[in-house]
């Protein structure tokens, strides 16, 4: 099983980035796809949300408006689209995938963003 986050990178506030999370090893139309991230010092949380077929997503309320989650499961490949972003949205990010009923969870080794002038 294979998670590989990328697309992060330095931006200034204001700007844009696209990450990407590529899955494989697993079915990954089965699978809820979840974005988390870490900031400097601090706990991890929940960025956004999508199930397996993407017909539902969900965002922490600080990304709403601003984040976009999306899905393409003939890719095997979960996004996370970024606007108007803040330097408190400096953070690691991960990719996760969570089976039906959780019994199967798998992470990948995160991407960093960093947002400065």
């Known amino acids: 099983v294979q998670l590989v986050e990328s697309g992060g990178g330095l931006v200034q506030p204001g700007g844009s980035l696209r990450l990407s999370c590529a899955a494989s090893?697993?079915?990954?139309?089965?699978?809820?796809m979840i974005w988390y991230r870490q900031p400097p010092g601090k706990e991890r949380e929940l960025v956004a949300a999508?199930?397996?077929?993407?017909?539902?997503?969900n965002y922490a309320d600080s990304m709403k408006g601003r984040f976009t989650i999306s899905r393409d499961n003939n890719k095997n490949t979960v996004y996370l689209e970024m606007n108007s972003l803040k330097p408190e949205d400096t953070a690691r990010y991960y990719c996760?995938?969570?089976?039906?009923?959780?019994?199967?969870?798998?992470w990948g080794q995160g991407t960093q963003v960093t947002v400065s002038s």
């Open positions: 999508i199930t397996s077929t993407g017909g539902s997503t």
């Open positions: 090893g697993f079915t990954f139309s089965r699978y809820d």
């Open positions: 996760n995938a969570r089976s039906p009923g959780g019994i199967y969870n798998f």
